[in-house]
C-alpha cells in the first residue's frame, strides 16, 4: 500500500510540471512584443529626427527620408503606435506623428502615417518606409528636401523651389504681417508659416483633394476655426497659379491669406463666407490703390448690365469646383460688403462686427455693432454696388 501511495504521488507530480510547461506557470502565453518594440523603434527615429543625428536615424532603417526634414526646424517630432499588422518578420505600422515649427505652432501637429518594417534574425526592427496613412494628406516632405527660408515675420518652407524663389514669399510675408496688424490688431501671434510646393499637384496632395480643385487658386490657408489653441495655421500656395499674377497681385493674395491666419480664432462655424473672405479681401485691398471696378470686374459686368445680385453670396457660392465667374462674383461681393461697412461704419466697427458675429451671430452682431438689421444690410449693400460699379 505504502509503495503504490509514492508511485501515485510521483504520478501527480509529474503531471503537475507537464501543465506547468504547457500552460506557462499558469499565466497563460508568452506576450507579443513587437508593438512596444516598434514603438521604442519610432522613439529612437523620431530623437534622431530631433537631434539632427543621421546616424542615429540610419540606425533605424531607411535614411530615405532624412534629408527631406532636415531643414525643418522643429520643437517636437514624435510617433504613436496606433496598430500593428505583422506576419513573421514583416509588419505594417498605423502611426500618429505629432510634430511642431519652433517659433510658429501653438500645438504639434497631427499627421496619420503608414510605417513598413523588418525584423531581422535577431529580433531587431527596422523602418523600410514612411508614408501617408490611406485617405490622409501628404506632408511637404513626402515629395521631397524641404528648403526653410525665415523671413522677419515669415517662415517660407519649399520642395521643388530655388531658395530665391522662396525668398521672394518671405519678403511678400514680411509685408502682409503687419499690414493686417494695423487692420485687425496684434491680438494674434504675428507670424505665418508658407508652404511652397513644386506644383499643382504637389498643392492637391497636401490638401488631400484633386488637383482640379485648385487650378485656378492662388493659395489657401488651413487651420481650425474658433479654437484658442489651434495647433497651426499654414498657407499653401498653387505655384502654378500663383505665379502668374503680378506683383500687386501676389501680394493682395497672400496678405488675405495672412488674414485668415489672424482672424482664425474668431471665425466661428456662423461664420458666414462672405465675411471671412470678404474681410480678407478687405485687408488685402486695403493699401493696394485698386478701384472697385479694377478689383471687382466680374460683379462690375453684371452690375453694369443690371443684374445686381438680390443677396449676399451664400457659403456654397464660394465653392472652388463651381463656375469660375460665379466664385470670383462671390469674393467680389464679400470684399465690397465689408468695404461698405468699413466706410460707412469705420474700419474699427469692422472688426467688432467680424468678432462679434463669431460670437453671437450674425443677426445679433448687425444689430448691436451696425444698428440695422440683415435685410437692411442686403440693401444698403445693394445701393453700394450701384454706386461704385455700375
Request: glycine share 12%; with cysteine; hydrophobic share 40%.
Amino acid at each position: 500500500m505504502a509503495g503504490r501511495r509514492r508511485a501515485s504521488g510521483s504520478s501527480v507530480v509529474a503531471l503537475c510540471l507537464l501543465l506547468v510547461a504547457l500552460v506557462g506557470c499558469g499565466h497563460g502565453p508568452v506576450a507579443d512584443t513587437a508593438r512596444d518594440d516598434v514603438q521604442r523603434l519610432l522613439d529612437r527615429r523620431a530623437a534622431a529626427v530631433l537631434g539632427r543625428d543621421e546616424s542615429g536615424y540610419r540606425r533605424t532603417g531607411s535614411a530615405a527620408g532624412f534629408a527631406a526634414v532636415r531643414a525643418l526646424p522643429l520643437a517636437d517630432w514624435s510617433y504613436r503606435v496606433t496598430a500593428l499588422h505583422h506576419t513573421g518578420d514583416r509588419a505594417t505600422a498605423d502611426a500618429e506623428l505629432r510634430y511642431r515649427i519652433d517659433g510658429f505652432d501653438k500645438a504639434p501637429v497631427s499627421a496619420r502615417r503608414t510605417l513598413g518594417l523588418t525584423r531581422d534574425a535577431g529580433g531587431r526592427w527596422s523602418v523600410t518606409s514612411d508614408r501617408p496613412a490611406p485617405r490622409s494628406p501628404e506632408q511637404l516632405w513626402d515629395r521631397g528636401a524641404v528648403t526653410a527660408v525665415r523671413g522677419e515675420h515669415t517662415l517660407v518652407l519649399g520642395a521643388g523651389q530655388s531658395r530665391e524663389t522662396l525668398g521672394t514669399y518671405a519678403d511678400l510675408g514680411d509685408r502682409a504681417v503687419p499690414a493686417v496688424s494695423r487692420a485687425w490688431g496684434t491680438d494674434w501671434s504675428g507670424r505665418v508659416v508658407v508652404l511652397v510646393p513644386e506644383s499643382l499637384e504637389a498643392m492637391a496632395g497636401l490638401l488631400d483633394s484633386p488637383a482640379s480643385s485648385y487650378r485656378g487658386i492662388a493659395a489657401v490657408t488651413t487651420g481650425e476655426t474658433g479654437a484658442p489653441r489651434a495647433p497651426a495655421d499654414r498657407i499653401i500656395v498653387n505655384p502654378e497659379a500663383y505665379g502668374v499674377l503680378g506683383s500687386v497681385g501676389k501680394q493682395v493674395v497672400l496678405t488675405h491669406e495672412t488674414t485668415h491666419v489672424a482672424t482664425r480664432v474668431h471665425t466661428g462655424t456662423g461664420t458666414p463666407l462672405w465675411l471671412s473672405e470678404g474681410y480678407a479681401d478687405w485687408i488685402g485691398y486695403r493699401d493696394s490703390g485698386r478701384t472697385p471696378a479694377e478689383a471687382a470686374p466680374e460683379l462690375a459686368r453684371a452690375v453694369a448690365a443690371g443684374d445686381v445680385p438680390s443677396a449676399l453670396p451664400d457659403d456654397a457660392a464660394f465653392g472652388f469646383t463651381g463656375d469660375a465667374t460665379a466664385l470670383a462674383q462671390a469674393y467680389e461681393g464679400g470684399w465690397l460688403a465689408g468695404r461698405l461697412i468699413a466706410e460707412r461704419w469705420g474700419e474699427r466697427r469692422l472688426g467688432e462686427f467680424y468678432r462679434s458675429v463669431a460670437a453671437d451671430g450674425v443677426d445679433a452682431a448687425t444689430a448691436d455693432v451696425l444698428g440695422t438689421t440683415p435685410q437692411e444690410f442686403t440693401a444698403l449693400w445693394q445701393e453700394y454696388l450701384r454706386a461704385e460699379l455700375g
